[in-house]
């Protein structure tokens, strides 16, 4: 078990930035890669963002490319998303995941751990 808890969710205006935090309580947390993804109200769980597990590469869904930026911290056992240019289409509940394959994560399939998920809306 990689346990997750976000953090940083909140209300925002179209324009603004927000960065959410995603801790891991696991020893452990450097060797997975990691990831979030997003569900809007009435929408599937659909990929942002994923980092591999050393930090030299990262991936973006076309929606999120050049606003939003993933990053990690290995001694801190943290990953961040730094959103900048926030749209009303960026509000959903983010979630924070954790593989041992970056692809894992970019193909959405067989993700096993999850956390909980941060609120993020963003106002007109």
């Known amino acids: 078990q990689v346990p997750l808890v976000e953090s940083g969710g909140g209300l925002v205006q179209a324009g603004d930035s927000l960065r959410l935090s995603c801790a891991a309580s696991?020893?452990?947390?450097?060797?997975?890669?990691m990831g979030w993804f997003r569900q809007a109200p009435g929408k599937a769980r659909e990929f942002a963002t994923a980092i591999t597990w050393s930090g030299g590469s990262t991936y973006y869904a076309d929606s999120v490319k050049g606003r939003f930026t993933i990053s990690r911290d290995n001694a801190k056992n943290t990953v961040y998303l730094q959103m900048n240019s926030l749209k009303p289409e960026d509000t959903a509940v983010y979630y924070c995941?954790?593989?041992?394959?970056?692809?894992?994560?970019?193909?959405?399939?067989?993700?096993?751990?999850w956390g909980k998920g941060t609120l993020v809306t963003v106002s007109s």
């Open positions: 995941a954790a593989a041992s394959s970056v692809r894992e994560i970019t193909d959405y399939y067989g993700v096993p751990y």
């Open positions: 696991e020893r452990t947390f450097s060797r997975y890669a």
